[in-house]
């Protein structure tokens, strides 16, 4: 936990900030989704919530594709990428109805989603 995130994470949990993330998950994973559930270990020790959901999942439940961050509810990052998943630019978006939006999608997000330790003995299960 020897990083500026770790520390920072750390910091601003420990502080009563709640942080957490839920990451859309294909069946079976690919080799970045396994690697990012297993560094789901590190950010979870500094306070993260950490969560999955299955892709069709998501797509049952008329998730948004769209990759963001919301930060105190107040204004969203909409992350745009290219097909070869380059970071092109980052949206901010602060318009009330457009956040709520947003934070709907989280909560169903968060509602269905499986805590990381939990996915990690799905995935495992469904490897055998």
């Not at 750390?10 to 080799?31: F, H, S």
């Not at 270990?41 to 999955?52: H, L, P, V, W, Y």
């Not at 509810?73 to 092109?88: C, G, N, P």
């Not at 978006?93 to 989280?106: C, K, L």
């Amino acid at each position: 936990m020897d990083n500026e995130w770790c520390r920072t994470m750390q910091a601003q949990t420990a502080a009563g900030k709640r942080v957490g993330r839920v990451r859309i998950v294909d069946d079976p994973p690919t080799t970045g989704q396994l690697y990012l559930l297993n560094n789901a270990k590190r950010n979870a020790a500094t306070g993260e919530d950490m969560r999955n959901l299955w892709r069709a999942d998501a797509e049952r439940l008329h998730l948004p594709a769209e990759d963001c961050w919301i930060f105190d509810s107040r204004f969203i990052a909409l992350l745009h990428f290219d097909e070869a998943d380059t970071l092109l630019h980052v949206e901010l978006i602060t318009e009330p109805a457009e956040v709520m939006r947003y934070a709907q999608a989280r909560d169903a997000a968060l509602h269905h989603s499986y805590a990381f330790e939990q996915f990690t003995a799905l995935v495992a299960a469904t490897q055998e």
